[in-house]
């Protein structure tokens, strides 16, 4: 048996990373005219991600849409 580790890499990788996740009171309605609080994570354009913030509870308990926004880093979205 060799004794060099042997990483594993995906054979396929996505970009699939351009989305928005839209959170809502449960008791929204056609008619509800509710704020909308928008966040755009932080990270230098290199990391973080839509996921480290979920709106689920502020939705709920503020009667509030909550949009997180997923988008490119890195070489990928902002090459510098």
Same mark, same amino acid.
């Given at each position: $048996? !060799? ?7 995906? /054979?396929? *990788?996505?970009?699939?990373? #351009? ?8 008791? #929204?309605?056609?008619? !509800?005219?509710?704020?909308? $609080?928008?966040? *755009?994570?932080?990270?230098? #354009?290199?990391?973080?991600?839509? !996921? ?6 502020? !939705? ?11 988008? /490119? #880093?890195? *070489? ?5």
């Amino acid at each position: $048996m !060799s004794k060099c580790l042997k990483g594993h890499l995906p /054979r396929k *990788i996505t970009l699939d990373c #351009l989305y928005l996740n839209i959170y809502t009171p449960a008791d #929204l309605t056609k008619e !509800s005219r509710l704020p909308v $609080m928008v966040w *755009i994570h932080g990270g230098g #354009l290199v990391v973080g991600g839509a !996921s480290t913030y979920d709106g689920l509870a502020l !939705s709920a308990r503020e009667n509030v849409v909550v949009v997180t926004i997923q988008y /490119r #880093l890195g *070489i990928w979205g902002f090459f510098r």
